[in-house]
């Protein structure tokens, strides 16, 4: 297991997938899923989309995951 791996998780991450892309907290990761919570999907030309529940998504989907950074005081 590479520890990088695990640095992502609980924070605020946008998901790249191929046409779109979610904004939310990377909760877990479970096998080949990722689950977000507090997501929002995005897309080019729209506003953000507030989703209900939990986001999962494959991970071969993924094309590269942004790790936000967290606005300090």
Known sequence: MFAWRR???RKRVIVNLADKAFSGVLWAKRGPLLVLRDAELLEPG???QP???EVVVERHRIEFIQVLATGGG
Do not use: W
């Open 7 to 9: 640095t992502a998780v």
């Open 46 to 48: 729209r506003a953000a």
């Open 51 to 53: 989703m209900d529940g």
